[in-house]
């Protein structure tokens, strides 16, 4: 997602799901079985694992609607990315360059609609990004359970891989939703999708979809990594609590069981966003590179070489903390947004597996 698409790591082996959690001791899965709950429901009389094209298609539906939540998070987040001011260590004051600030500007300036620049390619990046994700990591998972690695290290490796390999697949839509909304409504440098490739081809290339596709695969697959292992750990937690003698009957846990995948994977998004998010906000800047630079984020983006260029120009000119802008949108969209694919991806997975449950 993302690019900072939102990904979606797999559960833990001993979590359970929903209302359904087991105190007895699970029995290790057979070779047409999944340690994976996500390739799995508790919501049917279903055993099998979920096929590949399932896996995607699951996958897409739940980037769509999670793309069409977060929209306006996603056009302040980029737009912060795109700014070049000092940024202060007195990061608590309140600053005309924050969160609420760019959001009052874009509305000001553009109106609702500037809230959701971008939004058909980005609804394209994140059902295309989704069904990928998915359909890899599937093909992955079921290779690395034929090893003696354990579970933890399966998801690490094959969250990282099928971050990268649909992070590439899909990375000129990725790199479409940036210009769109770095572009001024008044002055825009694309009017459309088609137009916008068509420009692209003419003056920068094939390469010029590709720009900050290295930062993009660098941060994708720690942040993957990173994701899936926070995710085991804080299911693998949860269950234990659930199994507890002393919490595990207690209302409040009963309450959360039903939107438990919401919660742990909105928690292990926000780890991993902040762990890896200087490479995602180098990837914006490098994103909007090329013969329309001075026409993108108000003409402020200098021009860069380079990934080890632009982290050090931004360092030496900006300060350190500017490596973090807009984190406070980033957070707020990843939340809600890998909450809401986790959940959805869940629900989508039942209802396909009740519907053919052998």
Same mark, same amino acid.
């Given at each position: ?112 609609? &500037? ?156 780890? &991993? ?32 070489? &380079? ?52």
């Amino acid at each position: 997602m993302s690019q900072t698409t939102t990904p979606l790591p797999a559960a833990a082996m001993n979590a359970g799901h929903n209302n359904k959690i087991s105190t007895s001791a699970q029995p290790p899965p057979t070779p047409t079985q999944s340690d994976n709950v996500l390739l799995q429901t508790s919501r049917s009389n279903s055993v099998r694992k979920l096929t590949p094209a399932e896996s995607a298609f699951c996958g897409a539906t739940a980037g769509v609607v999670s793309r069409a939540m977060i929209a306006p998070f996603d056009v302040v987040k980029i737009t912060l990315q795109l700014q070049t001011q000092q940024r202060s260590y007195a990061f608590l004051r309140p600053t005309n360059n924050g969160m609420l600030a760019c959001a009052t500007r874009i509305l000001r300036k553009e109106g609702v609609r &500037g809230l959701f620049k971008g939004n058909l390619s980005a609804e394209y990046l994140y059902l295309t990004y989704g069904a990928a994700q998915f359909l890899v990591f599937d093909t992955i998972e079921s290779a690395l359970r034929q090893t003696s690695l354990p579970k933890r290290a399966r998801s690490f490796i094959g969250g990282a891989l099928a971050g990268a390999i649909a992070t590439s697949a899909t990375y000129p839509f990725d790199l479409l939703r940036t210009r769109f909304i770095a572009q001024e409504t008044g002055n825009k440098v694309h009017k459309s999708i088609l137009g916008a490739v068509k420009q692209i081809h003419a003056e920068e290339g094939v390469r010029g979809f590709y720009r900050g596709l290295w930062p993009a695969c660098l941060q994708i697959m720690p942040y993957m990594g990173i994701v899936f292992t926070s995710y085991d750990v804080l299911a693998s937690s949860y269950s234990w609590m659930r199994r507890s003698l002393l919490v595990g009957n207690s209302p409040v846990l009963r309450g959360l069981d039903a939107v438990q995948d919401a919660l742990i994977g909105g928690s292990a998004a926000v780890i &991993g966003k902040t762990c890896v998010y200087p490479l995602d906000l180098v990837r914006k800047r490098l994103q909007v590179q090329g013969p329309q630079l001075t026409n993108f984020a108000y003409g402020a983006v200098p021009k860069y070489t &380079g990934m080890a260029n632009a982290l050090s120009f931004i360092v030496r000119n900006e300060g350190f903390l500017a490596l973090f802008r807009g984190l406070t949108p980033a957070l707020i969209k990843a939340a809600p947004a890998s909450a809401a694919v986790f959940y959805i991806y869940g629900y989508t997975r039942d209802f396909v597996l009740t519907v053919r449950p052998e």
